[in-house]
């Protein structure tokens, strides 16, 4: 089995900041790209930022210049600095990696955290 477990989110001023935190966990041989997504009520689920294995990031054009998105390889952890917060980021943040599980399989699958909330306002 393997898990995602975001922490970091909370309630914040507009132009503050907040760094997310994403662990996996469990069975895991490595892990390829991974990212971060948002959804906002009433809205559909977006990607936010992404990074590969080899530390290549992309961003969304609203974030861009603001967020900063980093992995540590050794602690199985992806985070998302977010500086300069807008009422416009308020949504619920879910951390993806793409993992593979077994060193004898290719085969890689999706893994999703449980999502955790990110409030701005005054």
């Known amino acids: 089995q393997v898990q995602l477990v975001e922490s970091g989110g909370g309630l914040v001023q507009p132009g503050g900041s907040l760094r997310l935190s994403c662990a996996a966990s469990?069975?895991?041989?490595?892990?390829?790209?991974m990212g971060w997504y948002r959804q906002a009520t009433g809205k559909q689920r977006e990607s936010v930022a992404l990074?590969?294995?080899?530390?290549?990031?992309n961003y969304a054009d609203s974030v861009k210049g603001r967020y900063t998105i980093s992995r540590d390889d050794a602690k199985n952890t992806v985070y998302l600095q977010m500086n300069s917060l807008k009422p416009d980021d308020t949504a619920v943040y879910y951390c993806?990696?793409?993992?593979?599980?077994?060193?004898?399989?290719?085969?890689?699958?999706?893994?999703w955290g449980q999502g955790t909330q990110v409030t701005v306002s005054s």
């Open positions: 993806n990696a793409r993992i593979r599980r077994r060193s004898w399989s290719m085969v890689e699958d999706d893994y």
């Open positions: 990074i590969s294995s080899s530390g290549r990031t």
């Open positions: 469990g069975s895991i041989f490595s892990i390829n790209a």
